[in-house]
């Protein structure tokens, strides 16, 4: 099973700045990396896979970069309605998930 | 339009017995693995295994290996996942997925079912 760290576990940002998620795998996922948004009472939504290729409908504000075991996500021009929690998933290897990350506007 | 349309809540004592389901439409149901995603309450995802509706072949993470079964009914397409002896330690919601997004570019999941274990 491979394991997914995410950090920070918590992040606070104001309306317009900018935020970068990291992901770490303990060994190389090559690009099989995706990133999911979670609203409370929502299941995950799909914003990124292939570690850089936005999902249909998902704005140009959301990027995703990294290859091997290094990821990251970033949000340019914040909005109140990326206040959510952000996972990142492998699936090179079966799946696993990072724990998350929450992202807070404020 | 591609549905995971999932069963509803159970609420269950400790040591009793269930089993939920995943019933998928729009789309050709042997195409793609069924994967379950357990997510307790305020908690991450986690995946929990998968299976080939096609033929029945399943993976299981290690971490749920032995303590659910997941199968498949491909003629009813749904996908199930049980347990024969429930735990307080398994009250969390339980999507079903379809996690090709590889491939395909797209991720599909259920509406997720809560499950309660309580005595």
């Known amino acids: 099973e491979i394991v997914m760290t995410q950090s920070p576990t918590t992040l606070s940002v104001s309306p317009g700045e900018r935020a970068t998620l990291s992901c770490r795998a303990r060994?190389?996922?090559?690009?099989?990396l995706a990133w999911y948004q979670q609203r409370p009472g929502q299941p995950p939504r799909l914003l990124i896979y292939g570690a850089s290729t936005r999902a249909a409908g998902i704005p140009a504000r959301f990027s995703g970069s990294g290859s091997g075991t290094d990821f990251s996500l970033t949000i340019t021009s914040l909005q109140s309605e990326d206040s959510a929690i952000y996972y990142c998933?492998?699936?090179?290897?079966?799946?696993?998930f990072g724990q998350g990350t929450k992202l807070e506007i404020k | 339009e591609v549905q995971l349309v999932q069963s509803g809540a159970e609420v269950k004592q400790p040591g009793e017995s269930l089993r939920i389901s995943c019933k998928g439409s729009?789309?050709?149901?042997?195409?793609?693995?069924i994967n379950w995603v357990r997510q307790v309450p305020g908690k991450g995802l986690q995946w929990m295994g998968r299976i080939d509706p096609l033929d029945s072949d399943v993976n299981y993470s290690p971490s749920f290996q032995g303590h659910v079964t997941i199968s498949v009914d491909k003629s009813i397409s749904t996908a199930y996942l049980q347990w024969s002896g429930l735990e307080a330690s398994d009250s969390a919601i339980y999507y079903c997925?379809?996690?090709?997004?590889?491939?395909?570019?797209?991720?599909?999941w259920g509406q997720g079912t809560l499950v309660t274990v309580s005595s």
């Open positions: 729009g789309y050709t149901f042997t195409y793609y693995w």
């Open positions: 997925a379809r996690l090709e997004v590889g491939t395909t570019g797209v991720g599909y």
């Open positions: 060994q190389s996922i090559n690009s099989n």
């Open positions: 998933q492998q699936y090179n290897n079966w799946h696993s």
